[in-house]
């Protein structure tokens, strides 16, 4: 299991009454909001139709991919015993996955969906204790662990399966190669979570995924770090149509809670336009640039919103601080994220 690095992305989380996404979320919302007042024309000049298409994080064509070795297709043959099937499996794809998942169908498709495959099964002479299992390829293991990150919830316990896991009280999720998998019971009861931790080993052993190694786990400073809270926005992060790909990680200076995140890009051109694009992004939508005095060459500091942003390049990585509310912290995390991808060779 390739996890340590996060185990990020159980049970020594810091305290926090927000979750991850619930923040993502609003942040976008107050952008929203500013857009809103700053008038129609200035968001009609924003407006990009392709927003919502699906996209992938593999930067290679798709005939450089190799498909999986083994698929799944009827669940059944990884219930173990006592469970039965109570439904066929059902089978989606981009096109109508909001069917069946709606309202959290658009972060699978901007995370590479290719195909969900589901069904519900139920302990023989127990038709009120079921369970459904949804098995997501996601189209590469970039895919699969930025839904897991995103969707992961607050009660995790850390499980040593698959490529990362956890459990909840009713509930199984992990990521193998490039499938995100979600077990969920009707029940909380100690045999259907071992029936569920059973399916889940059986599809592990049956299914055969390619692994990929994610090199940015490593690029994060560990000091003060969150090592369970690092996650992947697939596109669109901090509402800016430019960000995709973007590692994000929690630390706690002080009494400060601060985001940090970085982002491989394709060349050192393409990080440095990034920084400039995103600090034009904040000041449009009221953010004031303030001199930086950190020995980062290219650094730029914005405020917005009583809050700062601070975003750098180094070589072909971009990197920065997200909505911090303290400066001094910010520039303090800056430095050491800075240091961390120099040591990374970066």
């Known amino acids: 299991m390739h996890c340590s690095p996060i185990v990020h992305y159980g049970g020594n989380r810091m305290a926090r009454t927000v979750s991850k996404t619930e923040i993502y979320v609003g942040y976008t919302i107050l952008i929203v909001l500013l857009v809103i007042s700053g008038g129609v024309l200035l968001k009609q000049s924003q407006y990009n139709p392709s927003v919502f298409k699906p996209t992938t994080f593999q930067r290679e064509s798709p005939a450089q991919i190799p498909?999986?070795?083994s698929s799944p297709a009827d669940l059944i043959q990884y219930a173990p015993k006592p469970l039965t099937a109570i439904t066929p499996p059902e089978t989606f794809g981009p096109e109508n996955l909001s069917d069946k998942i709606n309202g959290k169908a658009e972060l699978y498709l901007s995370a590479g969906f290719v195909r969900l495959?589901?069904?519900r099964f139920a302990i023989e002479d127990e038709p009120t204790a079921w369970m459904e299992a949804f098995i997501y390829d996601m189209g590469s293991p970039r895919g699969s662990y930025a839904v897991y990150s995103l969707q992961k919830r607050s009660d995790a316990i850390e499980l040593d399966t698959g490529d990362f896991a956890y459990r909840t009280e009713n509930a199984l999720y992990f990521v193998h190669g490039s499938y995100y998998v979600e077990i969920v019971a009707s029940v909380?009861?100690?045999k259907m979570a071992e029936l569920i931790l059973s399916f889940g080993d059986n599809f592990i052993g049956k299914i055969t995924a390619g692994s990929e190694a994610i090199d940015e786990f490593t690029l994060f400073p560990t000091k003060?770090?969150?090592k369970e809270s690092i996650s992947l926005l697939p596109s669109d992060a901090f509402g800016f149509q430019q960000f995709d790909s973007i590692f994000t990680a929690q630390y706690e200076l002080g009494n400060t809670e601060l985001t940090a995140f970085l982002s491989q890009r394709k060349s050192p051109t393409e990080a440095v336009m990034l920084v400039e694009s995103y600090t034009l992004f904040l000041i449009e939508f009221g953010g004031t640039e303030l001199q930086s005095t950190l020995n980062i060459p290219g650094a730029k500091l914005v405020?917005?919103?009583?809050?700062?942003?601070?975003?750098?390049?180094?070589?072909?990585?971009l990197a920065g601080?997200?909505?911090?509310?303290?400066r001094k912290a910010a520039e303090e995390l800056a430095l050491m994220l800075n240091q961390s991808l120099a040591e990374k060779g970066q």
């Open 67 to 69: 498909p999986p070795a």
């Open 117 to 119: 495959v589901s069904q």
């Open 188 to 190: 909380a009861q100690e």
């Open 224 to 226: 003060y770090l969150n």
């Open 303 to 317: 405020e917005i919103m009583d809050t700062f942003e601070l975003i750098f390049s180094r070589g072909s990585i």
């Open 321 to 326: 601080v997200h909505g911090a509310e303290n």
